[in-house]
C-alpha cells in the first residue's frame, strides 16, 4: 500500500556559484548536535576534498543526515558551478524538494536559472533561502521579487510560486522568517524543511526499488552507489537485480554486501533500510549511474536524467621532455592510463579514450573548469604528463554538416569595460542577445557564444575588466559551425638551447615579450619562456652570459634590472597554450613547450599543414 514516511525529509541544497550552500549545511549541522560541544571545526565542513577548500567551490555531490524533533533530514549539499552541473540533474531525481540558496546582495545569478528549473522539471517542491543577510548592502526584499519574477518566467504552478522564503545568515548561523525579528538559530529553517518539504512517499510492503544517483568510490570496498529506495525494504546479504532504463538489455544478478545510512558527516553500517531512505550499497560489482536495484520476482527500472555529453576534450600524454621522469612518481602510460580510468568510477561526466599510440589519451569533459580539476588532483598524486590545448567536440547531422557546443554566456561587468568585452566575445563568434542593468549596479550582457570561444578568454576578461568582471555560463546545445577563431594573436618566446637561464639572456630577452620564468630555471630547445610581443614565435637565448673582458667589474650584472616575471597557474597555461603546444605537468612545475622541439621539424610540419589545408580548400 502506497504511504508517506512522516519520519524522513530527502532535501537538495541547490544555487548559484559561491551564494552560500555549504556554509549553510555546516550551520544545520552544527545546531542538529551532529559535532561533540568541544569539537573544533572547519569551515566547510562538507568541502573535503583540499582543491575545493581551495577554490571555495563545490565539486562532488555529498550527503549527510541531521535530525530534528524526531525527523530525520537527508540533506544533499551540491555543486553550483555548470561544468559539474551534471551532478545536480541527478541528486535532484533522489530528493524529495530542494532548498533555493540566493544571495541577498546578488539576487538570482544565471546558475540560480539553470538549477531552479532542473528542480522545476521534476515538480519538486522549493523553499527559497535568501541567505547573507548580513551583507553590506543586503536587499532581501527586491531579492523576494526577484525570485519570483524567476518563477514566473521558468512556469511555476501555483503552488511553487506559493513557497516560503527564510532569510538566513548562514556564516553567523541564523534564520528568520520575518525580516523585522531577526533569529538566533537555524530552527525556522529546519522548520519549513520539515512543514513544506513533502515525506517521501511509496509502498514498504512491495518489491524493492532502489535508483543509484551518485556513485563513491573506496579502494577497499570498490564502487558505492547511493540512491533513494523508492519501493520496499533493502537488506544486506539480499539477491537483487541491475536493470537500467537506458539500456534495456541490462539485466544483472547481484548480492547486496553491505549497506550505509547516512548520520551526520559518517556512513553508517546497517542491516536493512526500508522505502523512503537515502542509503549507500557496497559490493555490488560494475554498479553504474542510473542502474535500479530492483528485487529478481520484479525488476522494473526507474527512469532516470540521462548523463549530459562532453563539451570538450583534451589529450593526455607521457611527457616525453628533455626533463621528463625527475620530478613524477607515476611516470609512464600505464600508470596514467590505470588513474585516468580510476577518475571514471565516480566522475560519470567524464569519458576516457584509447588513441591510436600506446602514450597518449583523449580526455573529455564538461568544460576547462572540469578538466583542470582532473588535472591538479593528479598532479597533486605525484602524476608527471603533458596536456594539449582544450578543443571542442564535434556533432554532425544527418547531411554531414558540423555542429558545435554553444553556451549562454552570461557577464556583469561595470559600464566602462563593458565595451572591451562586447569586442572581445564578438570576435570570438559570440552574439550578444541582451544588454541591460544587473543587480548589483554592473551592466549585464548575455551572449550565445561557441565553446571554443571561451577556451582561452578568462585571462584577458579579467585583464580587460580589471578583475571587476563576473563570468557564468550554462550549455545552450548543438548548432551550425560559426566560423574560425584567432585564439592567440601573440606568439611565444621560445628557448634556443638548453641550460639555465642567467640574468644577462633573460634581460635581454625581456625587451621581445613578457617572462614566464626567471634567473636560474633550467630550460631546453622549444620550451616556451615567455609570450611575445608580436604575433609571431620569436627565438631567445635566455642561456646566454656577457664576455669577459678586462673593464668588466664585479658589479656590472647588477645594473641589469630584469622585469619579474608572470608565473602562470594550471589555469592560466591552459588558456595560453595554442594548438601546437603542450602543457608539460609535474608535481613540481608547469612548462610550455612546443609539441615538435626541433625547429626544423616543426616548420616542415607547419608547412605540410598549410598545404593540406590549402588543398582542402580548393577541393
Not at 532542473?118 to 533561502?129: H, N, Q, R, S, T
Not at 583523449?362 to 588535472?375: A, D, P
Amino acid at each position: 500500500m502506497v504511504q508517506n514516511r512522516e519520519d524522513i525529509r530527502n532535501v537538495a541544497i541547490i544555487a548559484h556559484v559561491d551564494h552560500g550552500k555549504t556554509t549553510l549545511v555546516d550551520g544545520l549541522l552544527r545546531q542538529s548536535g551532529v559535532f561533540r560541544a568541544n569539537q573544533e571545526l572547519v569551515d566547510r565542513v562538507m568541502d573535503s576534498n583540499p582543491i575545493e577548500r581551495e577554490r571555495g567551490i563545490t565539486i562532488l555531490s555529498k550527503n549527510t543526515a541531521v535530525n530534528f524533533n524526531g525527523v530525520k533530514i537527508n540533506i544533499v549539499d551540491t555543486p553550483g558551478h555548470a561544468d559539474f552541473g551534471g551532478e545536480v540533474e541527478r541528486i535532484l531525481k533522489m530528493v524529495d524538494g530542494a532548498i533555493l540558496v540566493v544571495d541577498a546582495f546578488e539576487g538570482p545569478m544565471p546558475q540560480t536559472r539553470f538549477v531552479l528549473s532542473k528542480a522545476m522539471e521534476l515538480d519538486l517542491p522549493i523553499v527559497v533561502c535568501i541567505n547573507k543577510i548580513d551583507r553590506p548592502g543586503a536587499r532581501p526584499t527586491q531579492v523576494i521579487d526577484e525570485v519570483l519574477e524567476l518563477l514566473m518566467d521558468l512556469g511555476a504552478s501555483d503552488s511553487q510560486l506559493d513557497c516560503p522564503f527564510v532569510f538566513a545568515s548562514a556564516k553567523t548561523g541564523i534564520a528568520t522568517m520575518d525580516l523585522g525579528s531577526p533569529g538566533v538559530s537555524m530552527k525556522p529553517l529546519f522548520q519549513a524543511i520539515v512543514d513544506y518539504i513533502p515525506a517521501p512517499h511509496g509502498d514498504p510492503d512491495a518489491n524493492l526499488q532502489m535508483l543509484v544517483s551518485t556513485i563513491d568510490y573506496n579502494e577497499y570496498v570498490g564502487r558505492i552507489g547511493v540512491g533513494k529506495i523508492s519501493n520496499g525494504t533493502i537488506r544486506t546479504g539480499q539477491e537483487a537485480v541491475l536493470v537500467n532504463h537506458h539500456d534495456p538489455s541490462r539485466s544483472k544478478k547481484v548480492k547486496i554486501t553491505k549497506l550505509y545510512e547516512f548520520q551526520g558527516l559518517q556512513k553508517v553500517e546497517v542491516n536493512e533500510s526500508k522505502m523512503g531512505e537515502i542509503v549507500a550499497v557496497s559490493g555490488v560489482e560494475d554498479l553504474q549511474i542510473g542502474d535500479t536495484i530492483c528485487s529478481p520476482e520484479e525488476p522494473v527500472s526507474i527512469p532516470f536524467q540521462k548523463i549530459s555529453e562532453p563539451t570538450i576534450s583534451m589529450t593526455f600524454n607521457v611527457n616525453d621532455s628533455p626533463l621528463a621522469g625527475r620530478e613524477g612518481k607515476y611516470v609512464t602510460s600505464r600508470h596514467i592510463r590505470e588513474r585516468l580510468y580510476r577518475e571514471l568510477n565516480t566522475d560519470v561526466s567524464l569519458r576516457v579514450e584509447d588513441t591510436d599510440t600506446t602514450d597518449s589519451f583523449k580526455v573529455s569533459g564538461r568544460g576547462e573548469l572540469h578538466l583542470s580539476v582532473l588535472i591538479e588532483t593528479m598532479r597533486r598524486e605525484g602524476y608527471e604528463f603533458a596536456v594539449s590545448k582544450a578543443e571542442v567536440i564535434y556533432h554532425y547531422d544527418e547531411k554531414g554538416k558540423r555542429l558545435e557546443p554553444i553556451e549562454y554566456c552570461y557577464v556583469d561587468v561595470p559600464e566602462e569595460f563593458s565595451g572591451n568585452v562586447i569586442s572581445k566575445l564578438s570576435n570570438r563568434k559570440g552574439n550578444l542577445v541582451n544588454m541591460g542593468k544587473a543587480s548589483n549596479g554592473y551592466t549585464r550582457l548575455e551572449f550565445d557564444i561557441p565553446s571554443r570561444g571561451l577556451i582561452g578568454y578568462h585571462e584577458d576578461f579579467m585583464t580587460d575588466t580589471k578583475g571587476n568582471g563576473i563570468m557564468n555560463t550554462i550549455f545552450k546545445g548543438y548548432e551550425p559551425y560559426r566560423g574560425d577563431i584567432e585564439y592567440r594573436s601573440s606568439g611565444s618566446l621560445i628557448a634556443f638551447e638548453p641550460g639555465i637561464a642567467v640574468t644577462y639572456g633573460l634581460y635581454n630577452a625581456q625587451e621581445r615579450g613578457n617572462l614566464f620564468i626567471g634567473a636560474g630555471t633550467e630550460v631546453y630547445a622549444g620550451m616556451v619562456i615567455g609570450q611575445s610581443g608580436k604575433g609571431e614565435d620569436v627565438f631567445v637565448n635566455v642561456c646566454k652570459t656577457k664576455h669577459l673582458t678586462n673593464t668588466r667589474t664585479s658589479s656590472s650584472d647588477e645594473a641589469l634590472r630584469l622585469v619579474p616575471p608572470k608565473i602562470l597557474s594550471l589555469e592560466q597555461a591552459i588558456d595560453f597554450i595554442d594548438t601546437d603546444e603542450l602543457l608539460e605537468v609535474t608535481p613540481k612545475s608547469l612548462r610550455i613547450r612546443k609539441k615538435i622541439l626541433d625547429p626544423r621539424m616543426r616548420k616542415r610540419e607547419e608547412i605540410s599543414r598549410q598545404q593540406k589545408a590549402e588543398a582542402a580548400r580548393k577541393a
